[in-house]
């Protein structure tokens, strides 16, 4: 078995995520370990990048917040009735709001003069993210991960 990042191949990778002024969103504290060949285990565009790659590869890889989270989107921030939220309601608790569009996950950003504001986009909506990556592990999945699309054990912590 090659050590190159090939479809179902199981990839750890040890990361660093900063935006574009190199604030630390996500230290990696923990390897990211994802099952490769379009299980959308990670990012594309990080998953296109590391296509081919083999362990002890390191690459930087900026994404548009298009290719991330998302854009910011205006449409999903909304103020309400301080009176619809329970008392103990504060700035920073998420809430789920079933719609049409099924459930949707708000957080609320401001409480102000009987007003919540609350607002549906990502917490990193809008933000560019930059990845520091370095390939620790290539394996090739079990037929039990590629069917259920997903790494198990080791860092793949996953309960049916």
């Known amino acids: ?20 002024d190199e604030s630390v969103i996500d230290g990696g504290d923990e390897p990211m ?12 565009k990080l998953e296109e990048a590391l296509h081919g790659k083999k ?3 390191t690459l930087k890889i900026k994404l548009q917040p298009q290719d991330a ?20 309601a504060e700035v920073g608790m998420t809430f789920e709001r079933v719609s049409d569009a099924g459930e ?6 401001d409480i102000a003069d009987g007003k919540v504001v609350v607002d549906g986009n ?4 809008g933000v560019a993210l930059v990845f520091d990556l370095t390939v620790a592990e290539v394996r090739a999945a079990t037929a039990e991960e590629i069917s259920h699309g997903h790494v198990h054990g080791g860092g793949g912590h996953h309960h049916h």
Do not use: C, Q
Not at 1 to 20: A, Q, W
């Open 69 to 88: 989270f998302g854009d910011y989107d205006e449409k999903l921030v909304a103020v309400e009735e301080a009176s619809l939220f329970p008392d103990n």
């Open 33 to 44: 370990v994802y099952l490769h060949g379009g299980y959308d285990g990670i990012f594309t």
């Open 1 to 20: 078995m090659s050590n190159k990042i090939v479809k179902n191949s199981v990839v750890t990778l040890n990361y660093k995520v900063t935006d574009p």
């Open 55 to 57: 362990t002890g590869d």
């Open 122 to 125: 990502h917490p990193l909506a």
């Open 104 to 109: 949707e996950l708000y957080r609320i950003t």
